[in-house]
């Protein structure tokens, strides 16, 4: 069976699902994973660890990070290249995972390497992740955009979404738009944002449909308070510095997206300095009494809500 892996990437998302479908693949037991960082060790200790064997578990994923002499970029750590050749010649049963930001085909251990490993998938479309995921599952094209839509393309969303889904519907098989309104909850800042838009515009029926969602979904009343407190207090912050400043600039200082700027500044101009001011004070207040259990968490939103 092959054991030698190998990732050219930087992507974050790929290199975590790649590790995770290894893991699914292997049966590999979560305290049998190893990784080291090859900016600081060297590729020895690496061979030495899949050399040796744990008499209670079948097989080890060992994972190098940094893996620079199969790119162009300097070793931090001179590497004994010899000992990994002559591991690749005589592999143990345990498995290797190189993670290089970029192939050196030039390099002659790059060429071998590419020999020997199988080289991972570093181009992760998500579409056909979905795709192959679902097995004899039915979600149609429609859905599938849908759902890749209303999470705003974050494929680690997207992947433990479509896993809530398929559970959800584990006897019907077949997943639908509906299932996703009904189950799936969007990123928690952008909840927020939503619930704080509703709350302006009176749109209650709303407001509850997303704050009953978040709670369901295991979210704290203290986070989600915490949470409009610091979108409120973003709005002061922009309403404070559009007087001078234009909303790129805000951007800059406050190291946030242009269009996350716009967003909130076109929510600002619904209030005073002084209104937003006095809701930040009284959502700090609110925290405390939810805190120290001096009030009904579920009673004080509403009462927030309806006074805002």
Do not use: W
């Not at 006897?171 to 309104?181: A, F, G, H, S, W």
């Not at 709350?199 to 704050?211: A, D, G, L, R, T």
């Amino acid at each position: 069976m092959q054991n030698l892996f190998l990732i050219e990437s930087t992507d974050s998302f790929v290199i975590d699902y790649n590790i995770k479908e290894l893991i699914n693949k292997f049966k590999i037991d979560l305290s049998c994973i190893i990784k080291y960082d090859l900016t600081t060790a060297n590729i020895s200790l690496l061979i030495d660890e899949l050399n040796s064997f744990d008499i209670f578990a079948k097989q080890k994923l060992i994972i190098s990070y940094n893996t620079t002499f199969l790119s162009a970029e300097k070793d931090l750590v001179e590497q004994n290249i010899n000992k990994f050749e002559k591991y690749i010649d005589n592999q143990s049963n345990n498995i290797l995972l190189l993670i290089t930001p970029k192939l050196d085909n030039r390099k002659k251990i790059t060429k071998k390497a590419l020999d020997n490993f199988t080289l991972l998938n570093n181009s992760m479309d998500i579409k056909k992740i979905i795709k192959e995921k679902l097995n004899d599952y039915k979600m149609n094209d429609e859905t599938i955009n849908y759902l890749i839509d209303y999470l705003k393309e974050d494929k680690y969303l997207i992947i433990n979404n479509l896993e809530l889904l398929m559970n959800y519907k584990f006897r019907e098989k077949i997943i639908t738009i509906l299932d996703i309104n009904n189950i799936v909850i969007k990123n928690i800042d952008d909840n927020i944002f939503h619930l704080i838009d509703n709350i302006i515009n009176k749109n209650y029926k709303e407001v509850f449909s997303i704050y009953n969602k978040l709670i369901e979904n295991n979210e704290d009343i203290t986070k989600i308070i915490v949470l409009i407190y610091k979108q409120i207090r973003k709005l002061y912050n922009i309403k404070c510095l559009n007087s001078y400043m234009s909303n790129y600039e805000i951007a800059n200082k406050m190291k946030l997206p242009p269009f996350i700027i716009n967003k909130l500044s076109n929510l600002s101009n619904n209030f005073t300095k002084d209104k937003l001011l006095n809701t930040i004070c009284n959502l700090s207040i609110l925290d405390t009494s939810i805190k120290t259990g001096t009030v009904n968490a579920d009673l004080v939103f509403y009462l927030f809500v309806f006074n805002f």
